[in-house]
């Protein structure tokens, strides 16, 4: 799974940065969707940004475990922590959107933590379809923010705080987009984007590279599914559990590591995510039924 950053949406959508946005104010800019050269297919990846985006057009979102259709208009909130696939179904795409960092957002700026907030929890449905008359009023905050960031107030990155504050409070007492019918492929959607997950942890290049994903619960809040519903469709589709799975593929860079480098067996259990070595060693034996030092021979 890619990791898209603030970087590569400004290369890609060969927009420029605010000249006057710096590390204690954060990023934040507000963009009209018709202005925004790249129309095409989002891929599913993670964003280390976050977006809210008033959206007119037809299109659908495409989460781990469910799709979301917008028919008009829609309200999409999007955080680093769920990644999504955006796929826009005609050419008549409009609306605003505007993207910010943590940085721009912190509880010391806020009052809040936006990852504590009703609209940005895993599992929800942060889509919220709009009639004309709510488009308009959500228009109009947008606008707002571009004539503040244009201006040349010295306090407007308090004021845009205010009007991204009031964009989430207007989502959050909206009711959520009817999530579609689970589709006869959801299941291997969800088994192999965990694949593809899973494999984007290797290989491990160095002592200080350490995975960053080590259990099921991991797995499972990075693709905003529940555990238990990734174990089973892991289950029904591979014929193993989502432990095993992982454990395997930990056990194949385990050997890989022993084998073809010189880190010391400290090192290879630190970069496989194993907090003592003695864990380390116990997980090899089990699996299997030799020692870390006896395989490297």
Not at 14 to 29: L, M, T, V, Y
Not at 151 to 164: A, G
Not at 217 to 246: F, P, R, S, W
Request: proline letters at 5%; glycine letters at 4%; charged letters at 25%.
């Amino acid at each position: 799974m890619d990791i898209s950053t603030l970087e590569d949406f400004y290369r890609e959508t060969e927009k420029q940065q605010p000249s006057d946005a710096h590390r204690e104010i954060g990023h934040f800019n507000v963009f009209n969707t018709a202005e925004v050269s790249k129309q095409s297919t989002m891929p599913y990846n993670r964003r280390t940004y976050y977006k809210i985006s008033l959206i007119s057009g037809k299109n659908r979102a495409e989460y781990a475990d469910k799709v979301i259709p917008v028919e008009k208009n829609a309200l999409l909130f999007a955080t680093p922590r769920i990644p999504y696939n955006w796929v826009p179904l005609d050419e008549e795409q409009g609306g605003c959107f505007c993207i910010f960092n943590d940085e721009f957002l912190t509880r010391m700026k806020s009052g809040v933590i936006l990852e504590e907030l009703p609209i940005y929890r895993p599992g929800g449905v942060p889509v919220f379809q709009v009639s004309d008359e709510e488009a308009a009023e959500i228009l109009a905050i947008f606008r707002k923010m571009q004539k503040e960031l244009a201006s040349d107030y010295f306090y407007k990155y308090d004021l845009l705080r205010n009007y991204v504050m009031e964009l989430i409070h207007y989502g959050q007492k909206l009711q959520p987009v009817s999530i579609l019918n689970p589709s006869h492929n959801a299941a291997a959607r969800v088994s192999s984007l965990f694949i593809e997950l899973l494999e984007r942890q290797f290989p491990v290049t160095s002592p200080q590279h350490r995975v960053g994903l080590r259990t099921a619960k991991d797995y499972a809040g990075q693709l905003a599914v529940h555990v238990n519903h990734l174990n089973k469709v892991l289950k029904d589709q591979t014929g193993k559990t989502t432990t095993e799975l992982i454990s395997n593929r930990i056990l194949q860079e385990a050997k890989i590591l022993l084998k073809q480098t010189d880190w010391s067996i400290s090192e290879i259990a630190y970069s496989l995510g194993f907090e003592e070595l003695a864990h380390f060693s116990n997980f090899f034996r089990k699996q299997t039924a030799v020692a870390p030092n006896t395989f490297r021979g």
